[in-house]
């Protein structure tokens, strides 16, 4: 029995002695540093477990996508027996985003191992996306700058946008490429002409799909666009309380430029009234320089208030934002009888009574042009007329000169008119205030007029109506008429279906009211 269990014994001891002399190869491996990679980082793959054997009868690696046949054999990296005796292989990642891996083969191109890793958007980290203000007014000067992304990625056509930021990613519009920027990385912009939240995006890369673009988003900065709001004395009422339709007016200050090219506007609502039913008065743009509105109070008693919004264009839940401020004001009481001229009245013709009235509403006329109106205007009346119209077009008192050049008038307005170059004298110091004013000369005034009001406007026009006449008119006065014509200013007299301008004939009181009117309705809203 001893003996029998001595011989399993040796049996098993031979057996083990064969087993352990067998040489034991380890099994080939790949090691990566890091397994998620932005797009074209450096990456260090390191091999191990090959045999001398193998390496001689040329391994190798090769760089696949996640998901390639084993066949795939493309994209190579380098044979292992080129590589360093740390047996590392230097590779850099792809620049297109997704999974991948690092392949070992043998020399007969059989897979022996692989190694996966990610490439993915690099993401900013705090303070690489700065904006220069995370409040703005609306069009108003502003900045971000960019910093962290390198170099490749600049030259992928990084770029950003800026959008709301309810926004969905893939729909942001490009601003610009980072590349096209200065040194500094710093886009300067003009803030939204739209109230709300925005934020500005920046992409890694310039070309991929809508369904990555959360993946190369490299990050956001958010800003707020926000209305100006009123401080005391910057929307002043001019009285209070007030009969209805009683003359009124208020003034607004210190809203941006920005806000008033983006329509800021005055609207009148009862108190209470919600503010996306306040009907629009007049855009801030359109009134003279000193923002003054003159406007007639509701015929309806109660409390009311003026509104000042930012902007032009709002959604009803923009409202809010868009307040600049109210004045209150408070109607009472009856409404004072009309004391519109009637047609009829000083011969005032049925077409030009609204007319007058409204000029006169406008503060546009004098006393002495509300009388005899079928009487022929004189140089003296037209030149106070032309005078009002420019103080009314500029919100200025028209400049006195130093000195009367004429001997037979002392008049102010007719002073103040020659300084402004709109009229000039007849000869010999003399201004002759009682002569009729010709239809020609009309124009040539009232175009003066508008060239001190707008120095800068182009007054090259041609005739709008063909005139039988259009031959005796003056040179001198042909600029002006055309450019009266083309306006709607100046339509001339049809006899017979022929049209005359009749440039020597005289103007009557009403009918040179009807022009100031024009003039001003036309021109001062530009």
Not at 37 to 53: H, I, K, N, Q, Y
Not at 117 to 123: E, I, L, T
Not at 327 to 349: H, K, R, T
Not at 430 to 448: D, H, S, W
Request: contains cysteine.
């Amino acid at each position: 029995m001893k003996k029998r269990i001595l011989s399993i014994v040796l049996s098993l001891c031979i057996i083990m002695t064969l087993f352990m002399s067998v040489p034991v190869f380890a099994a080939a491996g790949i090691s990566l540093n890091k397994t998620q990679f932005t797009g074209g980082e450096p990456g260090e793959a390191t091999v191990s477990g090959l045999s001398d054997e193998e390496i001689e009868h040329g391994a190798y690696l090769l760089l696949a996508p996640q998901g390639a046949r084993d066949s795939y054999d493309e994209w190579f990296l380098e044979h292992v027996g080129n590589l360093p005796a740390s047996n590392i292989c230097e590779f850099n990642a792809p620049t297109e985003l997704g999974n991948y891996e690092i392949w070992l083969k043998d020399g007969d191109g059989n897979l022996m191992t692989r190694a996966p890793f990610s490439v993915v958007a690099p993401k900013a980290k705090p303070g690489d996306i700065t904006v220069s203000k995370s409040e703005a007014k609306i069009s108003e000067p502003m900045s971000v700058t960019v910093k962290g992304l390198t170099d490749e990625m600049i030259e992928n056509d990084a770029w950003l946008g800026i959008e709301k930021a309810n926004t969905k990613i893939q729909n942001t519009e490009h601003r610009t490429y980072i590349n096209d920027l200065p040194a500094d990385n710093i886009y300067k912009f003009n803030a939204p002409t739209r109230f709300g939240q925005y934020e500005i995006r920046v992409f890694s890369d310039g070309v991929y799909t809508q369904d990555d673009a959360e993946a190369y988003l490299f990050g956001t900065v958010s800003f707020n666009v926000v209305s100006s709001k009123a401080q005391p004395g910057d929307i002043v009422i001019s009285k209070s309380p007030v009969l209805p339709e009683e003359k009124m007016s208020v003034t607004v200050k210190d809203l941006t430029p920005g806000e008033i090219e983006n329509d800021a506007w005055i609207g009148i609502a009862k108190v209470g009234e919600r503010l996306n039913n306040t009907p629009l008065y007049a855009y801030i743009r359109n009134l003279p320089v000193n923002n003054t509105l003159e406007f007639n109070a509701p015929i309806e008693s109660g409390t009311y208030e003026v509104r000042v919004f930012c902007s032009g264009v709002m959604e009803e839940e923009e409202y809010e934002y868009g307040m600049f401020g109210t004045a209150q004001f408070i109607v009472s009481g009856e409404a004072a009888p009309s004391d519109d001229i009637a047609a009829g009245e000083e011969g005032l013709s049925p077409w030009a009574a609204p007319v007058v009235n409204e000029a006169r509403d406008e503060n546009l006329v004098t006393d002495k042009v509300l009388v005899d109106f079928p009487s022929p205007i004189t140089r003296e009346e037209f030149c106070e007329l032309a005078v009002l119209l420019y103080e009314k077009m500029t919100g200025t008192a028209a400049p006195a000169p130093a000195a009367n050049p004429f001997s037979d008038t002392t008049n102010p307005q007719i002073l103040k008119a020659a300084n402004l170059g709109i009229v000039g004298g007849v000869g010999g110091g003399k201004f002759a205030p009682n002569n009729n004013v010709t239809r020609q000369e009309i124009a040539v005034m009232l175009l003066r007029t508008l060239k001190n009001v707008m120095p800068n406007i182009s007054t090259a026009a041609q005739f709008k109506t063909q005139f039988q006449d259009a031959g005796s008119i003056d040179s001198w006065a042909l600029e002006a008429v055309k450019f009266m014509n083309a306006n709607d200013i100046i339509a001339g007299s049809t006899v017979n279906g022929v049209s005359y301008m009749l440039p020597k004939g005289n103007t009557t009181k009403e009918q040179a009211i009807a022009l100031v009117l024009r003039m001003y309705n036309k021109f001062n809203t530009l």
